[in-house]
């Protein structure tokens, strides 16, 4: 464990590396983010990140990060929960809750619970009505490597009241080191999309992918506008495959007991003045968010799938991110 840079408050940022199968992982207490990955026999990070502590209270402030309580939009900043209404913070052009609002857990410094070689668990503990959410939750991850190079993310939640909770992982892939994402394809393994406003609010449609610009059944170049929720199932299951990103050279095969899948092709990426990993700011297109999660604006869809945890309950997600060249 290292020293990384210190918070506004005066807080230590701690960044932790982690290696398996020839794969090495640095994760920052900022956040819980995953600032680093890569391949021994690759010789660029497959995931955008910076060396700059700031960059990640700004422009980079969701990139590598576990995002929540409730990962993308909730429209409105509010919903209602067993006939009461919340009110959120609204950090979306005044308009939505994005990400758990300005108070989200990107935001928060985790703490270091355990540390091995390959391994290291972080927990964040989110008081009673923090960004307008109900609940005190205990919250804790653990990132992993095994012996083929699989990174495993395992999110684990309790709480002491009902409350929303669906959290994401927030990483920006990119598998060929360019900060460009024409050489990509992308495979996602789903029937049927979330049809959005245009606040990126779902309408409440559950729509075919087949004949729409959302078919990614047979891996193709990616859209630079897409950024839409892929329905991968109605319930929480066993790990099963949820895409695919693949180069020449490279591929990323994620699998996650989640039932939805965020794809956003980064076409609206702006680091400046930041550095990324090379040295130069990230720009439209740099890289790829794939975040299986919960769909979005679920608390305030009766006809989605329920993401609200209860008292006694155990939440748990488990993603696998297993990269290979070849």
């Not at 080191?177 to 309408?203: E, K, S």
């Not at 729409?212 to 299951?237: S, V």
Request: hydrophobic share 35%; with cysteine; aromatic share 8%.
């Amino acid at each position: 464990m290292r020293h990384f840079g210190t918070l506004p408050d005066g807080s230590p940022v701690e960044a932790v590396t982690i290696r398996g199968g020839g794969a090495t992982a640095v994760v920052l207490t900022q956040g819980a983010r995953l600032q680093d990955f890569r391949l021994a026999d690759v010789a660029h990070p497959l995931i955008l990140g910076s060396p700059d502590l700031t960059a990640y209270l700004g422009p980079m402030r969701f990139f590598g990060a576990i995002v929540g309580p409730v990962a993308n939009r909730i429209a409105g900043g509010r919903f209602m929960l067993n006939d009461r209404a919340f009110a959120l913070e609204r950090n979306e052009a005044g308009k939505t809750t994005l990400h758990g609002g300005e108070t989200g857990f990107s935001q928060q410094n985790w703490n270091v619970s355990a540390v091995a070689p390959d391994a290291v668990s972080l927990q964040y503990i989110r008081p009673d009505g923090t960004g307008g959410f109900p609940g005190t939750l205990d919250v804790r991850a653990r990132y992993s490597l095994d012996q083929s190079g699989c990174l495993t993310l395992e999110i684990t939640a309790q709480t002491d009241a009902p409350t929303p909770f669906a959290p994401a992982f927030h990483g920006y892939w990119d598998l060929s080191g360019q900060g460009d994402l024409g050489a990509h394809r992308l495979h996602v393994h789903a029937d049927t999309y979330l049809p959005v406003d245009g606040d990126q609010i779902p309408t409440g449609r559950v729509a075919p992918v087949a004949e729409t610009p959302f078919d990614y059944r047979r891996p193709r170049e990616l859209d630079p506008a897409l950024d839409h929720n892929f329905c991968i199932a109605t319930e929480q299951g066993p790990l099963r495959p949820v895409c695919q990103l693949s180069t020449s050279s490279l591929s990323l095969d994620v699998e996650s007991t989640e039932i939805g899948l965020q794809v956003h092709a980064g076409g609206s990426l702006d680091t400046r003045p930041f550095p990324g990993h090379d040295g130069k700011p990230y720009g439209p297109g740099a890289g790829i968010a794939l975040e299986p999660q919960f769909w979005p604006d679920t608390p305030n869809h009766p006809t989605f799938p329920n993401a609200t945890l209860l008292p006694g309950a155990t939440y748990r997600q488990i993603t696998r991110f297993s990269a290979r060249t070849g």
